[in-house]
């Protein structure tokens, strides 16, 4: 049973482009959460979709979005990327209302130059 | 807006003792969860245990256990005969438990990073 894949695992970008993470879910979970973890922080909540559309939102700008597919599977969409993006984004899925707990994917390490 | 303290930036234990990370939280809610994650170097979060408010039962998985003092805003993680593969940042989270919608977010604390030694 696969859990929670993120791709890529590594990216690095320069100022002002535009960058796309992706997330596959856990089987059997249809909610999707992505997190932003800088070096040496806890991570920080950006959004959450559950059936194709954002349930709630964090502290973030307008600049992040995301989208979810009707497979469950969802991207985060960054643009104008600043030096300050620069972190590990998490996804996580659970089964609704994430009672049992999340499942977290290994992240990708974006860099920002 | 609910807020969690880890006030422990690291600590260390030897192999098969036992240690205890803290964790403080800040809400005025009710009904909520409560979890540790660990997060070994491979970066990926693991779900170590999980506490509902409303139980008062201390929740028990294996080797972990928790201490959870409702009134006092307090959820301390216990690591019993602690293992090398222990070795991780652990972090506390809070979860609000409401009803009717899915706005089930997780707030961490900065994380406390454990190092079992041989």
């Known amino acids: 049973d696969a859990g929670v894949t993120q791709s890529p695992t590594h990216l690095i970008k320069t100022r002002g482009q535009q960058v796309t993470l992706r997330c596959s879910p856990k089987?059997?979970?249809?909610?999707v959460s992505w997190y932003q973890q800088a070096l040496g922080q806890g991570p920080q909540f950006i959004f959450q979709?559950?059936?194709?559309?954002?349930?709630q939102r964090g502290n973030f700008p307008d600049r992040f979005s995301g989208h979810q597919f009707p497979n469950y599977s969802s991207e985060l969409n960054v643009n104008a990327l600043l030096l300050g993006d620069s972190a590990l984004y998490l996804c996580a899925s659970s089964s609704p209302r994430g009672r049992y707990g999340y499942t977290f994917g290994s992240g990708t390490r974006l860099t920002v130059v | 807006a609910q807020t969690v303290t880890q006030s422990q930036p690291e600590m260390s234990v030897q192999e098969a003792e036992t240690v205890t990370l803290s964790c403080t939280y800040d809400t005025s809610e009710s009904n909520y969860y409560l979890f540790w994650y660990k997060q070994p170097p491979s970066r990926q979060m693991i779900l170590v245990i999980r506490?509902?408010?409303?139980?008062?039962q201390n929740a028990t998985e294996n080797r972990f256990s928790v201490n959870f003092q409702k009134a006092a805003k307090s959820f301390s993680l216990k690591i019993s005969d602690s293992q090398l593969g222990d070795t991780a940042m652990y972090f506390c989270a809070f979860m609000n438990k409401n009803s009717g919608g899915s706005n089930y977010k997780l707030t961490f604390g900065k994380g406390t990073l454990l190092t079992v030694n041989p």
């Open positions: 089987s059997g979970h249809d909610t």
């Open positions: 506490q509902e408010a409303y139980k008062q």
């Open positions: 979709y559950y059936e194709e559309e954002e349930r």
